[in-house]
C-alpha cells in the first residue's frame, strides 16, 4: 500500500511539473498571451471578454512577482479544469470540451487498433520464433522484424499512401469519424492504413520482445515440468509459457505509449484524421493557449496513469516485484 | 579492464558463431554511412551533384522521371531530387549527430552522478528524467520549436535548424542518461571498483579511470542507435511543419513537401524514404551489432 501511495504521489508530482512547464511555454513564447487567446486579429471589445472570461491567461511582469503570478495563474486553471470548464478555443470558435468529444473518438480507435494490430503481429511470430529458435523461419522473421524497427513511421506512411490508398478504391484519402458499432465496414475503411501505420512498428518491437522473453521461459524449470507430465506440446507453449511472458508484454505496452501518441500525431496527419493530435498542432502553429494546455494535460495524464496502472498491476500479478520494488 | 565478454570462461557456453563485430551486413552499413557522409560533406565540389536549390533549365517537363538526367528525378520546381537527398543527407546527418554529443555528453554527465552519488541526488535527477520521459517526444518538440520560432524574431543566430538540434538534444538527455546510469550502478559494484577504492583511489580517480572507460563500448553503441532515431524524430518533427529553413531542406521535409504530388512524381517522395530508411537501418546495424560484440544490455534508446 505504501508503495502503491509513492508511486501515485511521484507521478501526481510529475504530472503537475510538466503541465506547468506547458503553461510556461505558452505564455514565454508569446508577445500577448491574452490576444493569442483570442485568435490574433480581433478588436480590443473582444480581447476585454475574454480578459474577464479567462482572467488567468495573461501576461506576468517583473521579476520577483513572475513566479507567484504563474502559480497563481495555475492553480486557476486546475481549479477550472477540476469543475469541467477546461476553456474555449476563439481560433476554432469551440470549446475544448467539445473538442475533445468530437475529435477524440478517432484517436482513441486509432491507438486502439494500432495496439491491436501490433498484438496480432506479434504474439504469433513472438511465440513461433521462440519454439523454433534458429530455424531458417526464425532468421528471416528476426532479420524481417530488426528492418521494420528500423522503418520511420514517415516512411511506412509514405508507402502505405502509394502503394495502397491510392491504388485500392476501398481505402479513403481522408477518413471521416464513424464509430464501430454504428458501421463497422466503413469504420475498418477510416481506420485501417492509419493504424497500420503505427501497429507495425509496434508489432516489430513486440514481437523480438517476446521471442527474447520467451525464450527465457521455455529453460524454466515448470516448463520441463509440464512437459514431464505430459501435457501437450501446444498447451505447454500457448498456456503455460506465453502467459508467463505476457507481464513484459504488458510493461512494453504501456512503455510504448508515448510512443504511440508520437506516432499518432503524424499518422493523422499524414491519412488526415480528424483527431486530438492534428489539433494540437495547429494550436501549436497559432499558440490557442488553452487548447494547448489542455490537450498536452490529457495526454501526459494518459501516460502517467498507464503507467501507475500497469506499476500496480504488475505488483499485483507478481508478489516478488512487489518485494524488491519496495526494498529499491 | 575492459568489458571483455569476447573471452569466454569454461562455464560459458561458446557461442555457435563467433561474435565479430564485422560481419557483412555492418560492413555494407558502414560503407554505405562512410559513403553517404563523404556525399554530403563533399556535395559542393562533386560534378555529378547539382546544387541543390538551381532549377534545372535543361528540362521543359519539370516533374521528369528518373533517368540518365536525374538520377532520382527532379521535383515539381525542377530541382533535381538526387542532389536534394544529398544535400538532405547534410542536414539530417548534422542535426541528428550534433544532437546526440549533446546528448551523450550532458545525459551521460548526469547518468553517471545519478548512478555513482546515489542518494538524494539521484533521486533528484530521477524525478527531472521521470518529468522528460512523461512527455511524448513528438509533441515536446514541436511544442519546443513552435515557441522558439516566436522568440527567434529576436534571436538573428537561432534559426530552424538551431531549434531542431535544441529539440533533439533535448529529447536525447533522458534516455541515455538513464543507460549510463543503469550502467554505473551496476559497474560500481564490481570488484575492479573495489579493488581501486581499497588501494585509495579517490572519487574522481574512480569515475574516470575505472567507470568511465567501461562505459566507452555502450555509449558508442548508444550513439549509433541513438542518431537513427533522431533522424526519425526529424523526419516527424519535419513532416508537421517544424523543420529547416528554406530553402536548405532534410529528408523529413523533402518527403513532407513532396507527398501531395505522389501519384504524379513518385520520385521525389519515395528515393528521400528509402534513403531515410536504409541511413536509419544502417545507423541501427552498426549500433546493434556493437551492442552484441560488448554485450551491452539496454542499448535500446
Known sequence: MRYALTRIARFVFVFVIVTFLVMLATRIGSKDPVRDLAGGQVGPEVIAKVEADFPYVRACEGTITYAPCMVSQYARWVGDVFTGNMGYSYAQNQSVVDMFKQRGPSTFWLGVWAIVIGLIGAVPIGVYSAYKRDSPLDRVLSLGSFAVLSTPQLVIAVFLLYAVANRVAFFPNIPDYVAPWSNPVEHFRNFFLPALTLGIGLGAVWSRLLRADMILTLQSDFINLARAKGVSPNRVLWVHALRSSVLSLITSVALQLSGLISGAVVAEQFFQVGGIGGRLVIAVQQNDILVIQAITAAVVAAVVVVNVGVDLLYAVVDPRIRQARALA | ?301
Open chain 2, 1 to 301: 579492464m575492459t568489458a571483455a565478454s569476447g573471452a569466454a570462461g569454461p562455464t560459458v557456453r561458446t557461442p555457435k558463431r563467433p561474435n565479430r563485430f564485422l560481419t557483412g551486413g555492418s560492413v555494407l552499413s558502414l560503407t554505405w554511412l562512410i559513403g553517404l557522409t563523404l556525399l554530403a560533406f563533399f556535395a559542393d565540389y562533386l560534378p555529378f551533384i547539382r546544387y541543390a536549390t538551381a532549377r534545372t533549365k535543361s528540362v521543359t517537363n519539370y516533374k521528369a522521371g528518373p533517368g540518365l538526367d536525374f538520377w532520382f528525378g527532379s521535383d515539381r520546381l525542377g530541382r533535381d531530387v538526387f542532389a536534394r537527398c544529398i544535400y538532405g543527407a547534410q542536414i539530417s546527418l548534422r542535426v541528428a549527430v550534433a544532437s546526440i554529443i549533446v546528448g551523450i555528453v550532458v545525459g551521460g554527465a548526469l547518468g553517471l552522478i545519478a548512478g555513482y552519488v546515489k542518494g538524494r541526488t539521484d533521486a533528484t535527477i530521477n524525478v527531472l528524467f521521470d518529468v522528460l520521459l512523461s512527455f511524448p517526444a513528438l509533441i515536446l518538440a514541436v511544442l519546443v520549436v513552435g515557441r522558439l520560432d516566436v522568440l527567434a524574431a529576436d534571436v538573428p543566430w537561432l534559426t530552424r535548424t538551431w531549434s531542431v538540434t535544441i529539440v533533439l538534444s533535448l529529447l536525447s538527455i533522458a534516455p541515455i542518461a538513464r543507460i549510463v546510469r543503469a550502467q554505473t550502478l551496476s559497474l560500481s559494484e564490481r570488484e575492479f571498483v573495489l579493488a581501486a577504492r581499497s588501494l585509495g583511489a579517490g572519487r574522481m580517480r574512480i569515475l574516470f579511470k575505472e567507470i568511465l572507460p567501461n562505459l566507452v563500448p555502450a555509449m558508442v553503441s548508444v550513439a549509433f542507435t541513438g542518431v537513427a532515431v533522431l533522424m526519425v524524430a526529424e523526419g516527424g518533427l519535419a513532416f508537421l511543419g517544424y523543420s529547416v529553413e528554406s530553402p536548405s531542406s532534410s529528408w523529413g521535409k523533402l518527403i513532407a513537401e513532396n507527398r501531395e504530388k505522389i501519384d504524379v512524381a513518385w520520385w521525389a517522395t519515395i528515393f528521400p524514404s528509402l534513403m531515410l530508411f536504409i541511413t536509419v537501418l544502417a545507423f541501427n546495424v552498426v549500433g546493434d551489432r556493437f551492442a552484441r560484440r560488448f554485450d551491452i544490455r539496454e542499448a535500446a534508446l
